[in-house]
């Protein structure tokens, strides 16, 4: 099976270097042109299955693919991002700055790691982890692709468990807005063969935030 991990296109919070996590913030004009080009892109996979996490940005961009594959799109609530808790709607910098302790505990990314009233790295290990179990053992035996449209959180998350790594390489993934991340799974073995891919956007004006 292929799996493809897209992060969905670009938000006003996310142009604005503000964390978002489960706050509900649409897409930006910027955002649907970036989504249209990866619909464009991966209009030629002809995915079996296209899945979106329930917020409004994710789904903008998931039925967008999904309009050009000509397919549906499953909601699955598990794919939400990270919840950033009362950080959320605060730009980076201020946190940085106002909470640096537990900015500081937050980033060295431990499983226990949270932000403040916001979800642990552990649970969302726990959601991913049931996810991707699920859609392995429905498709382990077929040679499909699947698109999966999320957050920048939750497909770090996707990538730790198919390296087999610890969280606390959480963040040295780099994860931008629509881009592009694929896996193969075969019989025995998982390749990574595309990570962050953004050559479908060339000729956007692109810019990015790791939240």
């Not at 903008?60 to 609530?77: G, H, N, P, Q, Y």
């Not at 940085?96 to 980033?107: C, H, I, K, Q, T």
């Not at 790691?113 to 859609?135: A, C, T, V, W």
């Not at 498709?139 to 770090?156: A, L, S």
């Amino acid at each position: 099976m292929k799996l493809i991990l897209v992060r969905h296109g670009e938000t006003e919070w996310v142009r604005e270097g503000r964390y978002q996590g489960s706050t509900d913030v649409p897409l930006n004009r910027r955002g649907l042109r970036q989504a249209r080009a990866v619909a464009r892109r991966l209009q030629k996979e002809k995915p079996i299955a296209v899945y979106s996490s329930e917020l409004t940005r994710a789904r903008e961009t998931a039925k967008l693919i999904a309009s050009a594959c000509r397919k549906s799109v499953f909601v699955d609530k598990r794919l939400n991002e990270v919840s950033f808790g009362s950080w959320e709607g605060k730009s980076h910098r201020d946190v940085g700055l106002r909470f640096p302790e537990l900015a500081r505990r937050w980033y060295q990314a431990k499983w226990s790691s949270r932000p403040p009233k916001g979800e642990s790295l552990q649970s969302l290990d726990l959601r991913i982890s049931r996810f991707l179990k699920e859609l392995l053992e429905k498709y382990r035996d077929e040679d499909k692709t699947c698109v999966i449209v999320t957050h920048g959180g939750p497909i770090r998350m996707f990538l730790i468990h198919i390296l087999k790594v610890m969280p606390e390489v959480f963040w040295t993934f780099r994860i931008d807005p629509a881009s592009i991340s694929v896996i193969h799974f075969g019989k025995g073995n998982r390749e990574i063969s595309l990570l962050n891919g953004q050559a479908h956007l060339n000729g956007l004006h692109h810019r990015q935030s790791e939240k």
